[in-house]
């Protein structure tokens, strides 16, 4: 009886409906819970998805998700979010585990890459600077330079 009379109901309403009753329902559930609550369904909820999905299934969603975040947000967004994280981290975290995800970063890099590409990119970087700087700018980093040298 049941099947039947969801199958009569599916075809007497449209999304809209069934998308108001869910608003209708998730605003009571939210008013008879705690944080705590959704924080253990959602955790009883990962645990179950991590069970029956592999790595490749969170690859695809992950960039799925990406996609459609990037379509929704501008530069702007990603610059406050990524000042967020940035300042989240920074509090979190000390010098020593910069060095050592500046190192890993550095190693991997080199493994990866070639004479040719920090070539390509030195002369990108050196060309970039030459824009944004005059003679007066490299007469100075280069007295600081010599200066370091003869100390």
């Given at each position: 009886?049941?099947?039947k009379g969801g199958e009569a109901t599916s075809k007497n309403h449209d999304k809209e409906f069934y998308q108001e009753i869910g608003q209708k329902g998730g ?125």
């Open positions: 009886m049941g099947q605003e009571a559930t939210s008013k008879n819970h705690d944080k705590e609550f959704y924080q253990e369904i959602g955790q009883k909820g990962g645990e179950a998805t991590s069970k029956n999905h592999d790595k490749e299934f969170y690859q695809e969603i992950g960039q799925k998700g990406g996609e459609a975040t990037s379509k929704n947000h501008d530069k702007e967004f990603y610059q406050e979010i990524g000042e967020k994280g940035g300042e989240a981290t920074s509090k979190n975290h000390d010098k020593e585990f910069y060095q050592e995800i500046g190192e890993k970063g550095g190693e991997a890099t080199s493994n990866n890459h070639d004479k040719d590409f920090y070539q390509e990119i030195g002369q990108k970087g050196g060309e970039a600077t030459s824009k944004n700087h005059d003679k007066d700018f490299y007469k100075e980093i280069g007295q600081k330079g010599g200066n370091r040298r003869s100390s």
